[in-house]
């Protein structure tokens, strides 16, 4: 992994539990009460009733529950404050639409981008059908859009090409990942970390998941063990590291995965195989890669690596190879 002032952090980052990469555990809220003017009738909009909301909210916990961190997961106060205000909102005719507005301010704000999948189910006690009946509820369940993510490859020791080939074959045959575009390979002198190694070869993948934040870093860790990735010397030769350098424009903070990645800004060997695949690409936060790159220290230390199967097949269109939703 890339370091906060060298190539690579040993033991820094702990994903999932392999085979659960991708399974996404609820966190279900009940019984959010409003007042709302929702309805077809004037006399809805004028004088209004109480809607109740239940959420059923598809994400990854794993990591939260293993940490008891917060912030790897999704804060219920803001769920139900999001709901509550949806509901006041408006005012719309259908509650359809109304269950709609709360699924989109989940996965694109509230819950966004941990909640990968929403149900919202809003009951309307008093729904003016004519007859006598318990209530109408509307019962919805809505997709997270697909993340674009930048994933940097670099590989010192061993096989080298076949460490990177490797790491693409994981990251393509994930279910809900697709690999979208990729750098050519360069090699680049190692920065930071024990004297004497080798050199690395470098490349820049981007990909569209299905997968959250936490759980595209465990398949990350699971493409390094595939390699024989091994932890023993802070900053020593690797087979293979993997880092998440961004995650659309998703900002973190965390020690685990901070994102964008605190040091790609400055590293050539992650911004000069990108600006290859892209050359109009930004970096969230930090602005054009094409800049960054001008200003790294080490972009005198990149030279041409060999052509492999699956890297050199940049974006079909400029600027697709920055990190966005």
Do not use: C
């Not at 555990?25 to 309805?39: C, F, K, L, N």
């Not at 529950?65 to 803001?78: P, Q």
């Not at 990177?164 to 990729?182: D, F, I, M, Q, Y």
Request: negative net charge.
């Amino acid at each position: 992994m890339i370091p906060h002032d060298g190539r690579a952090v040993d033991g820094a980052h702990h994903g999932s539990v392999t085979a659960s990469i991708g399974r996404l555990d609820r966190i279900e809220v009940t019984g959010i009460r409003a007042w709302g003017h929702h309805g077809v009738l004037a006399a809805e909009k004028e004088i209004g009733q109480e809607f109740a909301v239940d959420v059923v909210l598809h994400l990854s916990t794993a990591a939260a529950g293993r940490a008891d961190v917060l912030s790897r997961t999704v804060n219920y106060a803001e769920v139900v404050t999001a709901v509550h205000e949806e509901i006041g909102a408006g005012p719309h005719d259908l509650v359809e639409t109304l269950a709609e507005r709360i699924a989109e301010r989940i996965l694109g704000e509230t819950g966004h981008p941990l909640v990968r999948r929403v149900g919202v189910r809003v009951h309307k006690p008093a729904a003016p059908v004519g007859l006598p009946v318990g209530g109408v509820a509307v019962a919805i369940e809505r997709d997270a859009r697909p993340v674009l993510a930048v994933l940097a490859l670099g590989s010192n020791l061993g096989d080298r090409e076949a460490h990177l080939r490797g790491a693409l074959e994981v990251l393509a045959s994930h279910p809900g990942t697709e690999v979208a575009w990729t750098s050519p390979v360069l090699e680049t002198a190692p920065v930071g970390g024990p004297d004497g190694q080798g050199a690395y070869l470098n490349a820049v993948v981007g990909v569209t998941t299905e997968l959250g934040p936490h759980d595209l870093l465990a398949l990350a860790h699971r493409a390094e063990r595939a390699a024989g990735r091994q932890r023993l010397v802070r900053w020593g030769e690797r087979t293979l590291d993997v880092d998440v350098i961004a995650y659309g424009d998703w900002r973190s903070e965390d020690p685990d995965l901070t994102v964008p990645h605190p040091r790609a800004h400055e590293r050539a060997f992650v911004l000069g195989p990108w600006h290859a695949a892209d050359p109009a690409a930004e970096l969230p936060g930090h602005g054009p890669v094409e800049a960054l790159l001008a200003r790294a220290a080490d972009r005198e230390d990149l030279r041409p690596g060999p052509a492999l199967e699956g890297f050199d097949d940049p974006p079909s269109r400029t600027g697709e190879g920055a990190a966005e939703t």
